[in-house]
Structure formats: C-alpha cells, structure tokens
Nanobody
Framework: QVQLVESGGGLVQSGGSLRLSCAAS????????IAWFRQAPGKEREGVSC????????YFLDSVKGRFTITRDNAKNLVYLQMNSLKPEDTAVYYC????????????????WGQGTQVTVSS
C-alpha cells in the first residue's frame, strides 16, 4: 500500500504562484511514477503532469507547459508541482496519484490517490 498526502493549495490572485507537495509513504519503493491530476467542478479529472522514479517528466496539458514544473525529492519521498503565472482556469482540486507501472494522464490507471488540495485562482 502507498499513502499520499497533498498540501500547498490555497487562494491566489491571477498571475501568482503556488507549490503543491505530495508526500508518499508506505511501499514507496514499488512506485514507478507519481502524477498530478486536477478536477474542476462539473469537469472530468484530467492529468496535469507525471514524473517517473528515473526522473522522466511529462506535461499533459498545453495550457500548463512553461508555467508548471514537476520535481521530486527521492530522499524525502516528496513530489512537487510548482505552478507559476496561475490563471482562473487553473482553479480545481489537485490530486497526486501513484502507480506501480505507468506514467500517464489517464486517471483510471492509477492505483493510489491522495485526498486532494484545493487551488483557487481569483481574477
């Protein structure tokens, strides 16, 4: 089992920045990749970014490329999502998810989930 806890969400003005953290515990040595997803009210959950244990990084949304950066600290079992130049359309609950085999933007493939952290960007 893998447990994930997100933190770092909040209310920020348009153009501001936030850094989300995902703390992993449990069987972390089995984890192949950790991804960030987000879900806005009334919308489907969408993959934002993913990072593998070997530090391969993927950004799935054109709208976040150049603004969001995913990184990891293996020693601390932490994955970060640095979000800059935030826009109101980035408002959503952000989730981190872990998988033992894939790094993808398809949420149904992920085995473990955190509880989510709310990000609200005001205009």
């Amino acid at each position: 089992q893998v447990q994930l806890v997100e933190s770092g969400g909040g209310l920020v003005q348009s153009g501001g920045s936030l850094r989300l953290s995902c703390a992993a515990s449990g069987a972390t040595s089995d984890v192949y990749a950790i991804a960030w997803f987000r879900q806005a009210p009334g919308k489907e959950r969408e993959g934002v970014s993913c990072i593998t244990k070997s530090d391969l990084k993927y950004y799935f949304l054109d709208s976040v490329k150049g603004r969001f950066t995913i990184t990891r600290d293996n020693a601390k079992n932490l994955v970060y999502l640095q979000m800059n130049s935030l826009k109101p359309e980035d408002t959503a609950v952000y989730y981190c998810a872990a998988d033992l085999a894939v790094c993808s933007n398809w949420y149904l493939e992920f085995d473990y989930w955190g509880q989510g952290t709310q990000v609200t960007v005001s205009s």
